[in-house]
């Protein structure tokens, strides 16, 4: 039964080809060829565009991770503990304290009373509630 349906339409579609068949026939085979031949060629074309666009994509996701990886690298350096002590030192005019150079004053907001200021012993364990304090380095511990 199937040999007969294939014999059938592969006479049909040959007729329809060499122009034996009748005219409305040819029409409709050529018809179904064309369309057949239009769907593929418009398969190939937007098959070609995607292949475009994930290259593109594939390239904008590089040059990202590239771009990452350089960003990445530069915080690497600057926030090195290192870095950051050299460019306050350098930069800034910071200098490292240690335990015994440094004092911790309260400074007067232009009290009419000129009381000297309370200097904050290591001893106590919380700052006191007046406000302005500051830390300064003494004169004796830059050794001038």
């Known amino acids: 039964m199937k040999n007969d349906l294939y014999k059938k339409f592969s006479r049909l579609m040959l007729s329809a080809l060499t122009g034996h068949a009748k005219v409305a026939v040819t029409i409709a085979v050529y018809s179904v060829f064309a369309l057949l031949l239009l769907a ?3 398969v190939q074309i937007y098959a070609g565009v995607l292949r ?3 290259a593109a994509l594939e390239q904008q996701r590089s040059e990202g991770k590239e771009t990452l990886n350089k960003l990445t690298g530069e915080f690497v350096l600057s926030s090195s503990r290192d870095r950051v002590i050299e460019y306050c030192e350098t930069k800034l005019g910071m200098v ?4 015994d150079n440094f004092e911790v004053i309260a400074a007067n907001d232009g009290a009419a009373d000129a009381a000297p200021p309370a200097a904050l012993t290591e001893k106590q364990e919380a ?9 300064r380095q003494t004169n004796e511990s830059l050794g001038q």
Do not use: M
Request: aromatic fraction near 16%; hydrophobic fraction near 30%.
């Open 40 to 42: 593929y060629v418009s």
């Open 96 to 99: 490292r304290l240690g335990i």
């Open 127 to 135: 700052i006191p509630s007046a406000y302005r304090y500051t830390q």
């Open 52 to 54: 475009q666009e994930i």
